[in-house]
């Protein structure tokens, strides 16, 4: 069965620091991976996704994830918090031949001045 | 259109009414998924369709839950006789789908419908 496992609730950085936001995935098969974020009061928007071609994959606004199949994880990262980075953001895993969408419980990004 | 439209984006009920949550997908999009995000909680999956036949309906969490798309494009989520837990954003997405499924395919959110029954 698939399941994405989210390992903080809550992160916070500093402006200008790096951002991790973890995320770890249980699939029999090759997966395909997502990241979305979400504002305040907002829908969900697509960050970046992984559908088995390069590992590093790059998304919007400076964020990217690796893909590490041995390890079974799909962190997000960004080299330099912005404030508007302040968000929650989900992993999300489904796998190929279905139309299940599976989210993670999401991780709330705060931004320090 | 453009993107996942959603009406009404605010709805407030009273405690016993029905309301109706509209979803106007991506245009060509055959997969449309209904989601309720309660507040601070993660997706919680409702209802999925493809084309205008819900294949799986296993997360409507009651009776009184109940959706249908029309055309293979539209779709209205109705709740009967509202009750407070009910209180939420209900969310629509929709992606492409291929005939092996709609995995890898992006999903695209509409802004959701925050529902809050008094």
């Known amino acids: 069965a698939q399941s994405v496992t989210q390992l903080d609730s809550h992160v916070s950085v500093s402006e200008g620091t790096p951002v991790l936001l973890r995320c770890n995935y249980s699939?029999?098969?090759?997966?395909?991976l997502f990241w979305y974020v979400q504002h305040p009061n907002k829908g969900l928007q697509l960050l970046l996704k992984y559908t088995s071609a390069a590992t590093l994959v790059k998304g919007i606004n400076g964020f990217e994830a690796e893909f590490k199949k041995s390890e079974t994880s799909f962190h997000l990262t960004k080299p330099s918090a912005h404030m508007s980075d302040a968000a929650e953001y989900f992993c999300?895993?489904?796998?190929?031949?279905?139309?299940?969408?599976?989210f993670g419980t999401g991780t709330r990004l705060k931004v320090l001045a | 259109g453009a993107g996942v439209s959603q009406s009404p984006s605010n709805k407030v009920t009273e405690k016993g009414k029905d309301v109706e949550l509209r979803c106007d997908p991506i245009s060509g999009h055959t997969a449309l998924y209904w989601y309720r995000q309660s507040l601070g909680q993660g997706l919680e999956f409702l209802i999925y369709?493809?084309?205008?036949?819900?294949?799986?309906k296993s997360g409507l969490p009651s009776d009184r839950f109940s959706a249908e798309r029309t055309g293979g494009s539209v779709s209205t989520l109705t709740i009967q006789r509202t009750q407070q837990e009910d209180s939420a954003v209900y969310l629509c997405?929709?992606?492409?789908?291929?005939?092996?499924?709609?995995?890898?395919?992006?999903?695209?959110f509409g802004e959701g419908s925050w529902l809050t029954v008094v």
């Open positions: 699939s029999s098969y090759s997966p395909s």
């Open positions: 999300v895993v489904t796998l190929s031949g279905t139309y299940k969408y599976i």
């Open positions: 997405a929709s992606s492409l789908s291929t005939p092996y499924g709609s995995s890898g395919n992006t999903i695209y």
């Open positions: 369709f493809q084309g205008n036949s819900a294949p799986d």
